[in-house]
């Protein structure tokens, strides 16, 4: 299976930035030929703190997502943290993405699958790969036709994630794929004072890891700033170091 790409800015700063951001990606498209999803968040409902940028809001995103959309020809993937948003947000995103902490909510993941998009449901940082079967199952008897895995690291004590490769392969029996998000697997969550901390340096290396356990698609969160982000900034692989890894995560394919 050819492998998909994920990426966009962790929440919506401006319309400009997602230009940025999305023509960069139609560049790497165009030069490799490879299926890229743009990602970006009209509301981060799940910050650490009360006072942390969560995003425009689902009417004046989701206009920003489809002009993204309708310009640079991107499928558009991004998440939704109640099952009211669902149906509003699928009018856009070709790929509704469930949050790890609500992966097991019903109505959510019932309301997403009756939209007839792509539903991806991320690994709960509490959960097995085993345990992944029961949200698809919940997805699948709602109608969803595709419904995606994400792996994005277990809780390992406090403020620290630890990634269990063997969920990528343990997961392909119950997903139509499974993807790799190396941007949230090394998160440090809740360790930044108020924020989340992280180590982007190991993205790469998190990559390559999940392209051995045979990942059928990778999740990366960017920025052309990452240090001046206004959300995941730690987290976050800066743009221009975004087309080598892919250049290199897609060979001998």
């Known amino acids: 299976m050819t492998p998909i790409f994920i990426a966009g800015p962790c929440v919506i700063e401006s ?5 940025t951001v999305a023509e960069k990606l139609v560049e790497i498209r165009k030069k490799y030929g490879f299926d ?13 703190s009360i006072h942390s940028f969560r995003g425009p809001g689902i009417e004046k995103g989701k206009q920003m997502l489809a002009d993204v959309k309708s310009k640079y020809a991107l499928p558009v993937l991004t998440d939704i943290h109640e099952s009211c948003q669902a149906a509003e947000a699928g009018e856009v995103a070709d790929v509704l993405q469930i949050p790890a902490f609500l992966c097991r909510q019903t109505d959510l993941l019932v309301a997403a699958a009756r939209t007839g998009r792509i539903v991806n449901i991320k690994k709960a940082q509490f959960l097995s790969a085993g345990d992944m079967q029961y949200p698809v199952e919940k997805a699948r008897d709602a109608g969803a036709k595709e419904v995606w895995l994400t792996e994005r690291g277990n ?15 343990l997961m392909k029996p119950y997903a139509d794929r499974v993807i790799m998000d190396c941007t949230h697997s090394v998160q440090r969550p809740g360790a930044a004072g108020g924020k989340t901390g992280g180590n982007r340096e190991f993205i790469p290396s998190m990559a390559m890891a999940a392209k051995a356990f045979g990942a059928d698609g990778y999740f990366f969160e960017t920025h052309p700033s990452p240090d001046k982000a206004l959300s995941d900034g730690p987290n976050m692989i800066e743009l221009k170091k975004l087309e080598e890894l892919i250049r290199k995560l897609g060979q001998d394919l």
């Open 155 to 169: 809780s390992f004590g406090y403020n620290t994630l630890v990634v269990d490769f063997r969920n990528i392969p």
């Open 36 to 48: 890229i999803y743009f990602k970006a968040s009209f509301d981060k409902a799940n910050r650490t």
């Open 15 to 19: 319309f400009a930035l997602l230009e």
